[in-house]
Nanobody, 126 residues
Framework: EVQLVESGGGLVQAGGSLRLSCAAS????????IGWFRQAPGKEREGVSC????????YYADSVKGRFTISSDNAKNTVYLQMNSLKPEDTAVYYC???????????????????WGQGTQVTVSS
């Protein structure tokens, strides 16, 4: 059974930090890249970051560059998203998802992802 399980969300003040985790199982981790998306109420799902664990390539949306860092522990099939200098506009449900590495040119397109987690809420207060 394929599973992506997010954890680490919560409530934090502006300027604070959180680290999200995404534990993957049930598929060949090296064949996929793992992306983080977020969705705020009334808004479309937005790509935040992505990592290809096989070669360590990382990708970031402009809105989070310099504040968020994505990393991967291949031994644990787990991807992390370290979020620093959080802003109220970062408030959203954060999802991790898996995309076939062959489709990385479309990494910002949610429909290209095969598997999704259930999401974790991140709330940043001003």
């Amino acid at each position: 059974e394929v599973q992506l399980v997010e954890s680490g969300g919560g409530l934090v003040q502006a300027g604070g930090s959180l680290r999200l985790s995404c534990a993957a199982s049930g598929f060949t981790f090296d064949d996929y890249a793992i992306g983080w998306f977020r969705q705020a109420p009334g808004k479309e799902r937005e790509g935040v970051s992505c990592i290809s664990s096989s070669d360590g390539s990382t990708y970031y949306a402009d809105s989070v560059k310099g504040r968020f860092t994505i990393s991967s522990d291949n031994a644990k099939n787990t991807v992390y998203l370290q979020m620093n200098s959080l802003k109220p506009e970062d408030t959203a449900v954060y999802y991790c998802a898996a995309i076939d590495r062959a489709l990385l040119l479309r990494l910002w397109v949610p429909d290209e992802y095969d598997y999704w987690g259930q999401g974790t809420q991140v709330t940043v207060s001003s």
